[in-house]
């Protein structure tokens, strides 16, 4: 007789990750590994972990660290959710600042501005949260259905035709005239 022991996938987790640059690697791998083992389709993944990415960025370049701590020296907190009914949420919370998240509208030549823009074309929805305490948490819906495919209306896959089968294409004679 065998013993078979199921193992149980978290469907929310949380983590402390340091105000700066240094903990969004390790918080991106985290939610993969955790959201590949909960069955979570890889195109889901992949928005939520650039979602998060872009939130932590946002927090530690705009947010002040949670509780008393400096800018540089706290931490933020990131977190995700699987619903019941297989939606995912991810959140990230920092300690407040200055100005609230909106979408920016950058010039074509700036280095930054395009974080909240790019959550909004990927997200079912998001929205801002404030806490009695100041802190302020950033929440972002990235799917109703984690185990099935990104937003149809979002990245239209359209089969093309390969160049090969169209017989009426001829660019054989197309540079006869270049000497």
Same mark, same amino acid.
């Given at each position: 007789m065998a013993l078979v022991v199921a193992q149980e996938v978290p469907t929310s987790s949380s983590m402390a990750v340091p105000h700066g640059p240094a903990?969004? +690697?390790? %918080? #991106?791998?985290r939610m993969r590994a955790q959201l590949? !083992? &909960? &069955?979570? %389709?890889?195109?889901?993944?992949?928005?939520a972990v650039l979602i998060l990415s872009e939130l932590l960025s946002n927090?530690?370049?705009? +947010? #002040?660290p949670l509780g008393d701590a400096?800018? &540089?020296?706290?931490?933020?907190?990131? %977190?995700?959710h699987v619903d019941p009914t297989g939606g995912l !949420?991810?959140?990230v919370t920092d300690g407040g600042g200055p100005t609230r998240p909106v979408p920016a509208t950058p010039s074509v030549t700036a280095r930054g501005g395009r974080g909240?823009?790019?959550? !909004? %074309?990927?997200a079912v929805e998001w929205g801002v949260r404030d806490d009695t305490l100041g802190e302020? !948490?950033?929440?972002?819906?990235?799917?109703k259905d984690a185990a099935g495919p990104r937003r149809e209306d979002f990245a239209p896959r359209v089969p093309a035709q390969s160049v090969s089968a169209m017989p009426d294409l001829d660019f +054989?004679?197309?540079?006869? +005239?270049l000497d």
């Open positions: 903990g969004v +690697g390790e %918080a #991106r791998h590949r !083992t &909960g &069955g979570v %389709a890889e195109s889901v993944i992949d928005d927090a530690c370049r705009h +947010g #002040r400096l800018a &540089g020296d706290g931490d933020v907190r990131a %977190a995700w !949420t991810v959140e909240l823009n790019i959550i !909004t %074309a990927l302020v !948490t950033v929440w972002v819906v990235v799917h +054989g004679d197309a540079f006869d +005239g």
